[in-house]
């Protein structure tokens, strides 16, 4: 049980904003919420993660809900290099094992 | 910086014959590493997890098993294989439970 509910595809245009959606309803106080993105014939690759406060990388930007039941991963300009799969996943802050429970993500495409 | 290797990257082994995948991660010490399965169109299934040396857990019950003889070395095997498990094999690190794993680029075994 992947805990996390994603859209099964979304689509973009190059050189535009994306915002991924992630709802994970039945999150605790202390689940972090991890992104990891999986180009075909790969292995899955970081993304971005958080807690409770709005997080920035060179990725990717990661805006969490005040009540913490959803999430948005945004990717500030997509381009053809960001079209893959995007998974959404819970991870208990305390455990010392961290696994990962991947659903079936989001595939994003992205058109020039 | 921290690198992980896997080899090989494709495998095509008959039924009923042994099956030994290795993993390395270097630049880190003590690192948690994971072995996970992915089916032909479908999402990640985490088969194993180590916190240390000699220390394996299982999280599905098949016909695989995975050893850490050293620090930083993680081994999938199986003695017989069987036509399910085909599929792509990823071993990850991570630095502890709630950090972000970091993914090998995978072997594509088939079974014939």
């Known amino acids: 049980d992947a805990k996390t509910t994603q859209p099964n595809s979304m689509e973009s245009n190059e050189e535009e904003p994306v915002h991924l959606p992630c709802n994970h309803s039945t999150i605790s106080g202390t689940d972090y919420i991890h992104w990891y993105r999986q180009l075909p014939s790969q292995g899955p690759e970081y993304v971005i993660h958080g807690l409770t406060s709005n997080v920035n990388n060179r990725m990717a930007s990661l805006a969490i809900a005040e009540d913490r039941k959803s999430s948005t991963l945004i990717l500030h300009r997509a381009t053809l290099r960001d079209a893959a799969v995007y998974y959404c996943?819970?991870?208990?802050?305390?455990?010392?094992?961290?696994?990962?429970?991947f659903g079936k993500g989001t595939k994003l495409s992205v058109k020039p | 910086s921290q690198t992980i290797h896997q080899w090989p990257a494709t495998l095509v082994q008959p039924v009923g014959s042994p099956l030994s995948l290795e993993c390395t991660v270097e630049?880190?010490?003590?690192?948690?590493l994971y072995w996970y399965r992915q089916a032909a169109g479908r999402g990640l299934q985490l088969l194993f997890y180590?916190?240390?040396?000699?220390?394996i857990s299982s999280e599905v019950p098949q016909n695989l098993s995975a050893s850490r003889p050293q620090d930083r070395q993680f081994i999938l095997s199986s003695k017989k294989l069987l036509l399910s498990d085909s599929g792509f094999y990823l071993c990850a690190w991570s630095g502890s439970g709630n950090q972000p794993q970091h993914f090998g680029d995978g072997t594509r075994l088939s079974i014939l």
């Open positions: 180590s916190v240390g040396i000699g220390q």
């Open positions: 630049g880190t010490s003590n690192p948690n």
């Open positions: 996943i819970r991870i208990y802050y305390g455990g010392s094992q961290g696994n990962l429970i």
